[in-house]
């Protein structure tokens, strides 16, 4: 089956959503999620979206913070632009239903009330409690949901790119999970919103989903890939054996939650002024010194001194869900460790989210548009999303005229008809995780990066094997992207002679004079 469009958008979370509601005024949209509309790391984020509006902040306050935590590798034309617009992006998401916590309940006219999280000079985040981003998602897709034009298929997963013979992309071979098929999917301008990568650690606070599609797919596709080598742990995930990426908000540190090792010692202060609320990367490097010191498996945050109506009424769903854990955040501490969080690499693209394969644009976490430089800020990506699908649409509109939907395309072709045997995919995806885990987390050196790839290497040929012999399924797909994304990252990570931001060599502790983006390409 063959299904056309002007727009095909790959991913449902708030870049993918935001453009199509912008996108279906200029052209028909098809939009595929390889789950259900709301699986996206969109609906996990806690903290919200850093925004101007208190009359005592400054933009120039919030471009500074952003570029102090991308450690030098931030597009500052990008930046600016990111920082300057987003209080019109805030209004379009409240105008479409949006309600951002305010000072006063009662009074719809009050200000914001405003969190503060790591690396920001000031309380800048918007949020809804503690569960932003679920909230921007329901209103996001419930406004998609009205919309005729936006044709939307669920349990679709892209396969890989169509690119013709001039090096145009236009469209894409999509897996259909309930018919079991491979069906081709093409259209004028190809949106890749697919979100991050966390699912190649082992530990993460990103939902399964999270593996990498966009950028595997875009780099087989021929495209540039930058500074993947930048993988951002968030300093605080629940330390469980049975709770599964459970995320502690960086805002409960803004409320003043402090770390502390088993011996009780508050340690942020032996590492940086900010102490707890220094930029992301110094304070997991901060606990993962202290862990490697100790042999401990966790650190301790500790807010109980906030007591428990504080925290009901600000955290209440971290605080329900530590509750469940047996963990009474007004009475205990809370054990957490760092995990991986946030891809600030990705597909290379300009300030129109345009990659370098015409017709195919990418925006959000799969993209890399120097907003998040080597280490993102706190609460900068769901703004990203915002922004840069307004400017992607603004590019893309004025291109539709002028290109044709390529219907000489080939049919996708597989002739494998085994079911495959799941556990030998279990078994690759675990190996991948616990050696990037080991080999390539938040403290590398060239050696460990060699074995890594080596071992790689060996995995890569084996997933080749599976798509001859297996028949295609969505597991399938995933460990082939997460395998792909896995090498990316390691290959990017040895081109980086140095220690910046997110990237952390023991060999090259220091950062070098020049700050340089890492390119790569199968060209
Ligand atoms: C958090 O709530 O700590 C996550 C926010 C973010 O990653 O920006």
Known sequence: MTIKSDYLIIGSGIAGLSFALKAHKAGTVSLITKRKL????????????????????????????????????????????????????????????????????????????????????????????????????????????????????????????????????????????EKSAVETFLAKVVVLACGGTGKVYLYTSNPDVATGDGIAMAYRAGADIANMEFIQFHPTCLFNPVAKSFLISEAV??????????????????????????????????????????????????????????????????????????????????????????????????????????????????????????????????????????????????MLKDIFINDNVPEFVNEATGNGDPTIMLHNWEEVRRLMSNYVAIVRNDERLQMALKRIELIKDEVKNHFRDFKVSIELLEIKNIVDVAEIIVRSAMLRKESRGAHYTSDYPSPLPEKKDTIINIK
Do not use: W
């Open 38 to 177: 709301f699986d996206s790391s969109t609906g996990k984020a806690q903290g919200g979206v850093a925004c101007v509006t208190d009359k005592d902040d400054t933009f120039e306050s919030h471009i500074r913070d952003t570029l102090v935590a991308g450690a030098g590798l931030c597009n500052e034309e990008i930046v600016e632009i990111a920082v300057k617009t987003a209080p019109d992006r805030i209004k379009e998401l409240i105008d479409m239903g949006m309600k951002f916590a305010k000072k006063s309940y009662k009074d719809s006219d009050s200000e914001f009330e405003l969190g503060l999280e790591g690396g920001h000079s000031k309380r800048r985040i918007l949020h809804a409690g503690d569960i932003t981003g679920e909230e921007i998602e329901k209103v996001l897709i419930d406004n998609v949901k009205k919309v005729e034009n936006i044709n939307i298929y669920e349990n679709h997963m892209a396969v890989d790119l169509i690119i013709d013979k001039n090096k145009r992309c236009c469209g894409a071979y999509v897996y259909d999970e």
């Open 253 to 398: 540190r803004g409320e003043g939650a402090i770390l502390k090792n088993q011996k009780g010692e508050a340690f942020m202060e032996r590492y940086h002024p900010l102490k707890d609320l220094a930029p992301r990367d110094i304070v997991s490097r901060a606990i993962d010194t202290e862990l490697k010191k100790s042999g401990d498996k966790f650190v301790y945050l500790d807010i109980r001194h906030r007591g428990e109506d504080f925290l009901v009424k600000r955290f209440p769903n971290i605080y329900e869900k530590c509750l469940f854990y047996g963990i009474d955040m007004a009475r205990d501490m809370i054990p957490v460790v760092p995990a991986a969080h946030y891809c600030c690499g990705g597909i290379a693209v300009d300030k129109y989210a345009q990659t370098t394969i015409k017709n195919l644009f990418a925006i959000g976490e799969n993209a890399c548009n120097g907003l998040q430089g080597a280490n993102r800020l706190a609460s900068n990506s769901l703004l990203d999303g915002l922004v840069f699908s307004e400017y992607a649409y603004q590019k893309s509109k004025d």
